[in-house]
């Protein structure tokens, strides 16, 4: 068996809902510190959901004897940190989503079966195996390269699907005090279509999400002259918003898109009107929008419909997060390179789906993208990879650290 197969069969069997880590963190921590890794946990949040992050790095030219100790390893770092070598940081998470119902998966979730060629186990895809990846890769490339030029770090959290309030977001500010500086970044995401490598992310869209409630005057449905139907004051608008062009995207983006997601009202008797309506609806939203400018435009909408502000309704707004986007460059490049070399496949750049920690990295690092195995089966039950795609991922994450070491060396 393949060392990084093992490894993500080792990690699938530490039962780590979100928030739990189940020691996966641990067992990472033991193989990157005998390659000259400084490992420090960083815990947060309450007792009651308590969220472990590690930061685990290797700062270059650091002749590896054994297991440095930390005082010596620490010193390295601070002096690596004064010199112009790069930093390629390997991000993710050890959390995965609930089981769902165990009696309709085939095979228990945090046991790893293997049946037709598949690897079955929670977080099989999302992303137990792009962290076993990414240890392997990196394992063997310093077997290689023991004196690189290029710097390495992983970036993990055990709060991804859950909040994303303790996680990687906490550990960019942590960072970023530190005066960490990173300048590549690969989350481990799983990002494919149909076969590792065929699609890699250099951006995601910014969420926004948004409760607009709408007041009118309960009453008896047989009497409306009485009342005033929240929902019926709202119509014209939703029909607007449903309508609106928000922007026309641009050539890494697609055009940003407002949805309903939820409508309430009424007091569940059908000859009550209603006095007030909720609308939760979300902006998925491009570089070429802003909260701000969304924000005034759907407000706009509501009043060229008819509907005044505090009179007419309230707005509560929430942004989860930006868009990002990275551009073909060094980074873009060498996983271009190292996906062509590896498996063939001209890769394609892509910035859908949904969001992901790479919208807090991105906010320190200026190069990032998501590159993972297909995501055909990520939170759903039976849960499984094609056994094939997992030595092709872990050689293209292990082709990039050579080109971007070997982009290095050529300056």
């Known amino acids: 068996m393949h060392r990084t197969l093992i490894l993500a069969e080792q990690l699938i069997a530490r039962p780590s809902v979100t928030p739990l880590d189940g ?16 490992c420090e946990t960083v815990e947060s949040g309450p007792a009651d959901f308590r969220v472990v992050n ?28 004064s010199t112009t070598s790069k930093l390629l940081v390997f ?41 076993a990846a990414f240890v392997v890769a990196v394992e063997e490339f ?14 993990l959290t055990s709060d991804e699907e859950g909040p994303s309030v303790d996680g990687t977001v906490i550990m960019c500010d942590w960072l970023t005090k530190r005066g960490e500086k990173l300048d590549y970044c690969i989350v481990g995401e799983p990002t494919s279509v149909e076969k590792t490598g065929d699609m890699i992310k250099n951006g995601r869209r910014g969420t926004m999400s948004g409760k607009l409630t709408v007041k009118g005057i309960q009453g008896h449905i047989a009497y409306p002259h009485l009342a005033e139907n929240p929902i019926h004051k709202f119509a014209p608008a939703m029909a607007a918003l449903v309508n609106t062009e928000w922007d026309k995207g641009n050539e890494f983006f ?42 005034k435009r759907l407000v706009d909408v509501l009043i060229s419909s008819g509907l ?15 868009p990002f986007l990275t551009r073909p460059g060094e980074l873009v490049h060498a996983v271009q390179a190292a996906i062509r070399a590896e498996t063939g496949l001209e890769t394609q750049l892509s910035t859908t789906g949904g969001t992901s920690d790479g ?24 849960e499984h990879i094609v056994v094939a795609d997992i030595e092709p991922l872990k050689n293209i994450y292990r082709r990039t650290i050579e080109n971007l070491e070997a982009g290095l060396k050529s300056r």
Request: charged letters at 15%; aromatic letters at 8%.
């Open 142 to 155: 310093l077997a290689a390269n023991p004196n690189p030029a290029l710097s390495l770090a992983f970036l």
């Open 254 to 295: 697609p055009a940003t898109t407002w949805q309903i997601s939820n409508i309430h009202g009424g007091t569940g008797a059908s000859n009550v009107i209603p006095g007030h309506a909720v609308v939760d609806f979300n902006f998925r939203f491009s570089t070429e929008s802003t909260p701000e400018s969304l924000q």
């Open 308 to 322: 005044q502000p505090e009179k007419d309704f309230d707005l509560q707004w929430t942004v989860g997060g930006l």
């Open 23 to 38: 020691d996966c963190q641990k067992l990472i921590a033991e193989r990157l510190t005998p390659l000259g890794f400084v």
């Open 91 to 131: 991000a993710g998470h050890t959390d995965v989503v609930p089981t769902g119902p165990l009696e309709q998966w085939t095979s228990n979730p945090f046991v790893p079966s293997h049946r037709d060629g598949k690897l079955y186990g929670r977080g099989a895809s999302d992303m137990k195996t792009s962290i």
């Open 54 to 81: 590690l930061w685990a790095k290797r700062p270059s030219n650091l002749h590896v004897a054994g297991v440095l100790s930390a005082s010596t390893a620490t010193k390295n770092i601070a002096e690596s940190n």
């Open 359 to 382: 919208r807090f990295i991105a906010k320190i690092c200026e190069q990032v993208i998501e590159c993972g195995p297909p995501n055909a089966t990520i939170h759903k039950i039976d």
